[in-house]
């Protein structure tokens, strides 16, 4: 059994960019549950490795891109 399994269920984030796709950031819910952290990835490339971070630091990049978000 591997120490760190790999997360195998993504979710886009709600604070991803416009519906056409751009700017998508993945985060696996249930790894972050299970092993108290957060994956996250770029959705346009799923094949490249993901970016484990500790819940603290997750909840501080969302309230960064929630109060820094470009306007359209």
Same mark, same amino acid.
């Given at each position: 059994m +591997? @120490?760190?399994?790999? @997360? &195998? $269920?993504?979710v886009? +984030? $709600?604070? +991803?960019g416009?519906? /056409?796709? +751009?700017?998508? %950031?993945?985060? =696996?819910? *249930?790894? #972050?549950?299970?092993?108290? *952290? %957060?994956?996250?990835? /770029? =959705?346009?490339? @799923?094949? *490249?490795?993901? *970016? $484990? %971070?500790?819940?603290?630091?997750? &909840?501080?990049? %969302?309230?960064?891109? $929630? &109060?820094? #978000?470009?306007? =359209?």
């Amino acid at each position: 059994m +591997s @120490p760190n399994p790999v @997360p &195998t $269920t993504w979710v886009k +984030s $709600t604070y +991803s960019g416009p519906a /056409d796709g +751009s700017n998508c %950031v993945e985060w =696996s819910p *249930l790894y #972050a549950h299970a092993h108290n *952290l %957060v994956p996250i990835r /770029d =959705s346009k490339a @799923p094949h *490249l490795p993901h *970016l $484990t %971070v500790t819940p603290h630091a997750w &909840t501080n990049f %969302v309230a960064f891109a $929630t &109060t820094h #978000a470009a306007k =359209s």
